[in-house]
């Protein structure tokens, strides 16, 4: 049988007792260091070489997420799991952008917890459905963010380099071979899909994102 090796980290003495009192009954599981706050976590994590280890978010000295970045620009086998009493938004993201492999709310049933474990230790990843739902709620959101240069038609990035050239609506028509009217029509689809509403705005906007180079 293996044995996990899991170090507990969490500023409130009383639950990383009851975390370690529950976790030792399980035979492969194995309690090798607690911390109380995100520098500790950065040095016993040095020091034992834990395989999991359990991070509260919210702690003194260093927070949860600053010190899974510290530890695994030193470490990059030991695996998170998110152990906390937050479910915002802004926690959860920032917890798996910084490689949470598992988000659980300290309510969570203790055998999901082992699950977790279990799992994060073989590379897996565990999150409890009410997290998941927000996790798919911001892709979803972010999905239906396009980047601009992805929406811009050939036409209309061809019309934002000449615009950014100086040239007038007259000199644009001419050099494209198409009528003002239209650069009109071009020039109103590049305000609304860069969210801007002067010529001046879109040139510094389009070469900000890349989108035209001079």
Do not use: C, W
């Amino acid at each position: 049988m293996e044995v996990i090796k899991i170090v507990i980290v969490d500023d409130h003495p009383v639950v990383r007792e009851g975390i370690g009192s529950m976790l030792k009954r399980e035979p492969d599981f194995k309690i090798v260091g607690e911390a109380s706050n995100g520098l500790e976590a950065v040095e016993k994590v040095r020091e034992l070489a834990p395989d999991v280890v359990l991070m509260d978010l919210r702690m003194p000295e260093l927070d949860g997420v600053e010190a899974m970045i510290k530890i695994k620009a030193e470490n990059t086998d030991v695996k998170f799991i998110i152990l906390t009493t937050f479910s915002d938004d802004e926690y959860i993201f920032r917890g798996i952008a910084a490689g949470a492999r598992a988000y659980l709310l300290k309510d969570a049933p203790r055998e999901e917890l082992f699950k977790a474990i279990r799992a994060v230790s073989k590379g897996e990843s565990l999150i409890q459905p009410v997290v998941a739902s927000k996790v798919l709620d911001r892709l979803f959101e972010l999905s239906k963010k396009t980047p601009a240069s992805e929406t811009l038609s050939e036409r209309e990035i061809e019309v934002l380099r000449l615009m950014a050239k100086g040239f007038s609506n007259k000199d644009i028509a001419d050099q494209l071979s198409i009528t003002q009217s239209t650069v009109k029509t071009h020039i109103t689809s590049i305000f609304q899909k860069l969210d801007v509403t002067t010529r001046t705005e879109a040139v510094t906007n389009a070469l900000r994102k890349g989108i035209i180079k001079l």
